[in-house]
């Protein structure tokens, strides 16, 4: 079990499938996809941070942001910038296009967490969830010679240091409808997120 914990939002991505439109800075509802993970993170994570390739774009949150130390364009570039300026040992990834992000999750991951995990990963219909995801600072040394090497993905760290799962059964009893892991890349993407929404604002409605 982890106690404290920084947070980090992924903001580097080309958004070239949302017809150049930044995906951070779509609303949903009265907030922004960052504003609304900000206050997400904010309200389990001890510090937050933003990493993003044009910090210039990001300063009126009033959080830290940070400059991608690498110019190889990946989600892993990122990883490695957030650990790189972590105030502490573990930080909690997630990209600015999961809006719907739940705090439960992020407590559940800490919990599952022991001292000497390095990754505390969900597994959803067999396949690592990355982005949404614990990390130690342990992994930024495989990062840099991964980076160094040209080699792109998050997962490639996995095989180099001690990773703890949580499977599928576990995520939904803190997140039923795994909210937590639908991103937007295109506007047909956000058209049926704004929709689901709508759809359960109707249905709670006494």
């Known amino acids: 079990m982890l106690s404290h914990i920084s947070g980090a939002i992924l903001c580097g991505g080309l958004n070239t499938r949302m017809n150049g439109q ?31 390739r044009h910090v210039e774009d990001h300063y009126s949150l009033s959080l830290p942001v940070h400059s ?13 910038t957030a650990l790189s300026y972590s105030l502490h040992h573990h930080v909690f990834i997630t990209a600015c296009d999961t809006p719907l992000l739940v705090p439960g999750l992020i407590r559940l991951l800490m919990d599952k967490a022991s001292p000497g995990d390095d990754v505390v990963v969900p597994v959803l219909n067999g396949y690592f969830e990355p982005l949404c995801a614990l ?72």
Not at 154 to 162: E, G, L, N, P, T
Request: charge should be positive; hydrophobic fraction near 35%; aromatic fraction near 4%.
């Open 135 to 206: 990390y130690s600072r342990n992994c930024l040394p495989v990062a840099t010679k991964l980076l160094q090497n040209g080699q792109p993905k998050i997962s490639a760290i996995y095989s180099q240091v001690r990773v703890c799962t949580v499977p599928e059964d576990e995520i939904r009893t803190v997140d039923p409808n795994l909210d937590s892991f639908i991103n937007v890349n295109t506007p047909e993407d956000l058209g049926g997120m704004l929709q689901k929404t709508a759809n359960r604002e109707t249905n709670h409605k006494p």
């Open 22 to 52: 930044a995906k951070c800075n779509i609303r949903l509802g009265r907030r922004t996809f960052l504003q609304r993970l900000a206050k997400t993170l904010g309200s389990v994570c001890a510090e937050v941070s933003i990493i993003a």
């Open 68 to 80: 991608d130390i690498f110019s190889l364009r990946c989600s892993l570039t990122g990883l490695h």
